[in-house]
């Protein structure tokens, strides 16, 4: 068990590694960043000048050491289009993400279970059809298409909620939330939804996949011929083997989801890590690339770790079977 | 058992003389068909496929304008409704836009890029993953260790997120002077590179339990060379599953390739695709000009759609195990 987990952990930094590597010649070789900073008409000195403060005369190897230890100390250098640090702005929308990812999580889950539970155990009925149809659509239809629905029905057409923004936000700390104010709240609803179809729509498949395959196992047979309730076999004893799967997925998930969130963010201008990263997409603001590939990567990194860990605990079966050397 | 030699063609040489009619007997009597043939929603999903792409070749002699071309457009016929609405005009079945453009050209035209950027970057991603797939499991050992764990690093992170990167880092190399078609490039290679993953593990796998039969052994001890068992004898038992994930990765790098346009990160105003018409569309939502976002919309949705239960449908027809 304490190999297992020290191996993995190994893994995840020599992943965390490869990442940096690529985002150092992201920051170092795509496009001069000496030019993003100066204007056109600086003169060659002041180039000069401005190429030896970055440190972009050492070698490679040197810049790339000190990229290295910068960048775990959260240093990422200055945002091109900003002229900020780009940590600050991480930081400042971070918890805009994190609330975002965190509520479309806990709705895919709360809903992909309760539809997945339905449709393994009604299998023929008109509410089943139609939630199989709702997860076939919400496979097909790209997150952006559905944002553009939901606020054309609920904001241009109805006036309910609000189309962009957070509403007001209370700061605590330097984390801000806008769970504790109403427009905070009626702001999270329609990003939230956007973001959690589709994973609401996996979890509800896996859920029902899972779910029928354990209610053909023996040992449900073996609980009818009890004469147990059907309850108590279907929720205490099927269901309850179908969630460790589905924690681990959706676990696996939440990294996606935060990279999903990009997309929600830029629908709704939700000022997020996602929206932030968009527009320095289309600006070229390499800083900004480079550093929201590391964080999201350590997010990515550290959910693999704990997932496959706790898997491990969970699961008993897994602890003597655990050769996999992936 | 496997070894032993089965004269598959017996049923069809006495036709030998007429290969284009025997090619079509063994397609309409094959097991694929008949599933094909059973499932009506396969059916309308096929055709639906088919008209969106014979709309896709015939844009240019179906729209009744070049929506691109400046010189077509008038400002005059600006933000005109839907045929059937009120304010409908003549040759405008979908409406236009801000600046006189035709919904149902544009449309036609943006079907054409998103089609074309769907397909060549799902080739490209099937060329890549297939060729690392086979050498993967073919040679094995540190190869197959150092592609495999690329593959597997590659697979924690989101598609759309690689895209995004490798089109930024694409667009700062370039300096942020792309023309439309090297934009059209971009976009094939980032798809091409976030979706390689899928084919080179099914290869493997697939490859290697191939490897390990009687007619590899036999191709090896005639002296083939290595390159030539790979391509000529065990890649084709490995694509049944590569054809399914091709369809389905068809409507993944269409999403993509439109969420990617939708971003502003992928085909510009000037030559748009379905994704970059929604963008577009977008900033008259609120304006009431409903129809400049919703017919894209809808396209796009029935596009990604029809392929996606072609995709199903093919995953279980070519699962022996459903048989």
């Known amino acids: 068990m304490l190999a297992f987990t020290l191996r993995r952990a190994i893994q995840a930094i020599g992943v965390m590694i490869a990442v940096g590597v690529i985002a150092f010649s992201m920051f170092r070789f795509a496009g001069d960043p000496v030019n993003q900073i100066v204007s056109l008409d600086t003169p060659a000195a002041e180039r000069e000048a401005v190429r030896k403060s970055l440190g972009l005369d050492d070698p490679v190897p040197v810049q790339f050491a000190r990229y290295f230890a910068n960048a775990a100390q959260f240093k990422f250098g200055v945002s091109y289009q900003f002229r900020q640090p780009v940590s600050n702005l991480l930081m400042e929308r971070m918890p805009a993400t994190l609330e975002l990812a965190a509520c479309a999580t806990v709705l895919a889950m709360v809903f992909g279970i309760l539809m997945g539970v339905y449709s393994a155990l009604r299998r023929d009925t008109i509410l089943t059809k139609f939630f199989q149809a709702v997860s076939l659509i919400g496979i097909s239809l790209p997150t952006f298409l559905i944002g553009i629905l939901l606020i054309y029905l609920f904001s241009v057409t109805l006036g309910w909620l609000p189309s962009f923004g957070r509403g007001e936000v209370v700061r605590i700390g330097w984390w801000t939330t806008g769970l504790l104010t109403l427009s905070g709240l009626k702001a999270l609803i329609m990003p939230s939804i956007t973001l959690g179809l589709f994973q609401m729509t996996l979890i509800m498949r896996l859920v029902r996949a899972e779910m029928l395959e354990v209610l053909r196992t023996d040992y449900i047979r073996f609980a009818r011929a009890r004469g147990l309730t059907t309850r108590a076999i279907h929720f205490g004893h099927a269901l309850k083997n179908t969630l460790v799967p589905v924690i681990t997925v959706a676990g696996l998930q939440f990294g996606s989801v935060i990279a999903f969130a990009i997309i929600t963010e830029t629908v709704f201008q939700w000022p997020g890590m996602g929206l932030l990263f968009v527009q320095a997409v289309q600006n070229v603001d390499i800083p900004i690339m480079a550093a929201y590939l590391l964080m999201v990567s350590l997010i990515f990194v550290t959910i693999n770790l704990v997932v496959d860990i706790l898997y491990t605990v969970v699961d008993p079966r897994l602890r003597s079977t655990i050769r996999r050397p992936a | 058992m496997s070894d032993a030699v089965v004269p598959h063609r017996v049923e069809s040489s006495p036709q030998r003389a007429r290969p284009n009619a025997s090619w079509l007997n063994r397609v309409l009597d094959s097991d694929i068909f ?246 577009i569309g977008n900033n008259y939502l609120f304006a009431g000009e409903w129809w400049i976002v919703a017919f894209p919309g809808i396209a796009l949705a029935g596009l990604i759609l029809a392929i996606n239960l072609l995709g199903d449908w093919l995953r279980d027809a070519l699962n022996p195990k459903l048989r």
Do not use: C
């Open chain 2, 34 to 279: 008949y599933s094909f043939r059973r499932s009506r929603m396969t059916m309308v999903a096929a055709a639906v496929t088919v008209l969106f792409f014979l709309l896709a070749i015939f844009a240019s002699q179906l729209a009744v304008q070049n929506p691109f071309d400046p010189a077509q457009l008038q400002l005059m016929n600006s933000r005109i409704s839907p045929l059937w609405t009120a304010e409908g005009q003549s040759p405008f079945l979908l409406g236009t836009d801000e600046q006189g453009r035709d919904v149902f050209s544009a449309i036609l035209y943006g079907l054409r890029i998103s089609l074309v950027v769907g397909v060549l970057g799902v080739i490209f991603a099937g060329t890549l993953g297939i060729t690392l797939g086979l050498i993967a499991g073919y040679v094995g050992g540190a190869v197959d260790g150092l592609i495999m764990r690329i593959a597997d690093v590659q697979l924690t992170f989101p598609a759309i997120l690689i895209a995004l990167l490798v089109n930024g880092v694409a667009k700062s190399v370039f300096n942020n002077r792309l023309d439309a078609v090297s934009t059209l490039a971009v976009l094939v290679v980032a798809i091409g590179l976030s979706f390689w993953v899928q084919y080179a593990r099914t290869v493997r796998g697939s490859v290697m339990v191939e490897k390990n039969k009687d007619y590899v052994a036999a191709a090896q001890l005639i002296g083939l060379p290595a390159p030539k068992i790979m391509l000529r004898h065990v890649l084709p038992n490995t694509m049944g599953p590569i054809l399914v994930i091709a369809t389905i990765n068809l409507a993944l790098a269409i999403i993509t390739e439109a969420t990617l346009s939708f971003l502003g990160a992928g085909m510009p105003d000037t030559m748009p695709s379905l994704g970059t018409l929604i963008r």
